[in-house]
């Protein structure tokens, strides 16, 4: 994702962020309002607080902006509050505190039928179990949308059936959900959800209870997706992979809070404390890092030869541009030499040696073993 | 839970010595030092013998006062004259118009109509048993009862599914209700079929609005129970995808929630059909007329060859409306209009022509009288068979033998207890398997009996419960272990039992009449044969549901079969077993109520009495007793406040 170039100039873009989250908190139990309200009660541990009050937070002071027509991966392990969140962008769980905007509109604020437009227009979910009507035909459960708006029969059936297709479903219309495999069920939860051409698409673990051919099939289908109509999306996932093969940002959660946020690379690049290190170390650095943070100043006769690659571009396509043909590849922005990419550079991404933007040296107990093999 | 458990034990078993480790031996202990501190104390003022005469509260005279008040008021009190007065006669309007339609039809036009709707919703093969089956009754010469009683069916089963149905989506959509409702609608499938006729005749008297009601009351619990659980079981995510695309309530409930309960609510309609036909059958009692009035007037002369006539339909019945609609229940959904519009259209076809022909009605030269050659060979069986066969003895032998061996010393054994003993061990049975509170409500209950003045009877009726409860369970786990150890049995079985739990209650009285007669003996053997199918097929069932992978590991440690049987299966089995004592008594009571209509006496009887005498009180308090010892009987067999659906 991170190679796309139009992701890249979406990213730039100065707008309304599409979802604008701050001091989000979602507890349950008993008087769970009186929690976030009351600070020492916040800073209490998971179960320090249940100890106290009985209460669980699930989301605990998050806060973050989903900028437009970016893919934004909500990532942590169970029971870390992800799915809670983005249940709460729609308040399909009510948060109990914070501020919830989208489009510059407070959500929170919504009334029943104001929150129906939301959730009819605005923005559509794909759910990890599917959630599909099973009495129904294929083309009746994408077509359900636009059925409860009020579409007339014909027309949301034509349109349904434009979906069905475009999630690579045809002929299958008439099919119930049980004569589906998990994959294409899944296909029929997208193509519900496209159907009706919500602004924001909303991801709950959709492919994880899918087989690993399958998922990386349904992986490539929101790539394709992203890049066909660039339309935002807000993912969320346990897979790191996952994470950072889809996401333009990732925001990490653990125990409800929100640990890190920001790109694969930052991420990878530059984790924020010890439980990011961990969760990233075994990642292959060189299919995250790009060009632009393992380049160098270029010399004079550098900047005129060798292969070209976009700032963009990750170490293992420099690897191979350099490998192909044995000499520095120059990174390349709007004919711009901005520096070089050679042996010593890359080789230090791949073991892990170099010292990127914002990477804090890591302190002498703490190394990665990665670190440490590599030395 | 377990962790829980196991910390009060271990905090317990710190404290106290040796016995007490044990959580039932403690509870135990507790009821001892109670009972030892209380029984000397109620021993002092109230003596020990049968339940003490001033504990009593004579209901009779206060309820014969009532019962008068209503019979003197019934054409004039407002409430009688603009309330169930009109309830009265809608019911009986309506029963008489479906009636009426079903004779405009005609025997052709009626068998026409169920085998097509049977086909329609079942399917060729059932479409064909229903059609025989209606033929069936036909030959016997039972058409016009057959008709009555499918009238009187007709019009309970809509009204018990519309109640239910507005019962179980009110449960099914609210907390509140659900928590209210449910223990009322669970408590109300343990009550035997009798106890609901009294009030309804009181109100109503003797007549066909008092049958319909008697059988909605009954009836339609079980379709507010799986209407309730198929709404509150959907799939979670499924709703909330649904409320994610912003849908409204309505259109959840109406897109969403009613679709994905079909089974359950198909499933409601089954069971209800059942219960209906069950309870119709025996609410001729009070004057439903129809099928089981003629076996009700044929047991009564004690004319099995008539009663097999009348119960023969019954069960066919009873058969082809479980199957079509169980079968409904598992098809994905109804076929499409034109069918239907095809089937209506041959149906008033065929009635207009036999109509036409002028033989609306069945053919009085087509019926085969089974009564007298059945009666014949009855009689043949009193010479042979009752008595004097060598070696075996006669069945009449046996039900002489099982009254002096058994029933009568359960009966004096139970009599002669001091009262509060019998309280005593109520209270310890049922505290042991369950908690507190099922216990003190048992307890509460078995004293009413005794309040309400029937203490005696109470315990006849309960020593008959008791043997028939303890042959059941030996014959019923016996043969429900075999069941889950052999696949070839259980195929066998299976069919035999699933017809067997189809019939009403009531039609089991007429072979063990032709057996043994009447008397305590037939009754409990009606209800051994009632009970059993529903005990051997849960033990089957909770057996062969135990977790695979610890029978596995059993194996792999090579445990030999008897060992797997008693360390892991019967086990982990455990709380099925619990459940099939639990519908065991259940039904072995409701059947034994009914065998008062055989000479089964005690509670059954006072009701049969109060009923054919016009002495409602007597019946009333009779009726109360009933309830009190089924709600006993089944808190003392209650494990954890779970509670299954009757026969399933």
Redesign the interface.
Known sequence: MSTDASSTSVRTEVDTPVFSVAGLWKVFGPKAERVPADPELAALSAAELRERTGCTAAIRDVGFDVRKGEVFVIMGLSGSGKSTLV?CL?R?IEPTAGTLAIDGEDVRAMDKAR???????RA??V?????????RTVLDNVA??L???GVGRAERRERAAAFVAKVGLEGMEQR?PAQLSGGQRQRV?LA?ALA?DPEVL?FDEPFSALDPLIRRDMQEEVVRLHREEGRTMVFVTHDLSEALKLGDRIALMRDGRLVQLGTPEEIVGSPADDYVRAFVRDVPREQVVTVRTAMRAASAEETADGPALPPDATVAEAIEAVARTGSPARVMDEGRCLGVVDHDRLLRVVAGTEQGPGRRAPEAGQRPERHDKAA | MAALTTTTTASRAAVLPGVLRNRSAGKLLLLAVAAAILVPLLNARWGSGSWPHALTVDLSAPLARTSDWIIDNRDSHPLFLYFFGHLSNAVVLSVRAVYLVLLAAGWAGVTVAAGLLAWRTAGMRLALATTAAFLACGLLGMWVPTMQTLALMVVAVLASVALGAVLGLAAGLSDRTYRALRPVLDTMQVFPAFAYLLPVVLVFGIGVPAAVFATVVYAAPPMARLTALGLRDADKEVLEAVESLGTTARQRLLTARLPLARRELLLGLNQTIMMALSMAVIASVIGGGGLGDRVYQALASVDVGAALAAGIPIVLLAVVLDRVTGAAGERPGPGGRAGWAYAAGVTVAVALAVRLLGRPDWPASWTVPIAAPVNRAVDWMTAHLYTGVPYVGGTADWAARFTTWVLDPVRAGLQWLPWWSVLLVVAALAWLIGTWRTALTAVLAMAATGVLGVWKPSLDTLSQVLAAVAVTLVLGLATGIAAARSDRLERLLRPVLDVFQTLPQFVYLIPVVALFGVGRAPAVAAAIVYAFPAVVRITAQGLRQVDPAALESARSLGATSGQQLRQVQLPLARPALLLAVNQGVVLVLAVVIIGGLVGGGALGYDVVFGLAQGDLATGLVAGAAIVCLGLMLDRVTQPTGHHPKKGA
């Open positions: 249940r729609t399909l929150l129906r437009e939301l959730r009819r227009h559509a979910m759910f990890q179990h599917f959630g599909l009507l099973p009495h359900y949308g059925e409860i708006q119930r939860g519900r009706v909303l």
